[in-house]
């Protein structure tokens, strides 16, 4: 929570982080619209490169390259995203890159 210097401030701040968690759980909620989209909510449930790309191994799909996907192509995917995937999504998958570089293994 940032600081604030009055209540009125404080319930400001707390409608606002309301109103971004209501959002990205409403993201969440949704069904994948492409196979990228499929990969980065794979990706956020399990905190894991290397789960996900057992995960698209799993369904037969090679990487742009014609080779076995790999933690580095789920990595590029979340870092530079693909006009496929909802701008909210990437925001979510990049927070939880973000909190496990901060905190290690830990969402």
């Keep these: 929570m940032k600081p604030y210097s009055n209540i009125s401030e404080l319930i400001e701040t707390l409608e606002s982080e309301m109103k971004l968690l209501t959002g990205q759980i409403t993201t969440l909620k949704k069904e994948p619209q492409s196979f990228n989209e499929q990969v980065i909510y794979k990706y956020i449930d399990t905190g894991s490169t290397g789960k996900t790309k057992d995960f698209v191994r799993s369904l037969g799909v090679k990487s742009e390259r014609g080779s076995l996907f790999s933690s580095g192509d789920v990595s590029k995917l979340i870092k530079d995203g693909a006009d496929d995937i909802s701008s909210e999504l ?5 927070k939880v890159v973000s909190m496990k570089n901060k905190n290690g293994k830990h969402r």
């Design 90 to 94: 990437l925001a979510i998958a990049r």
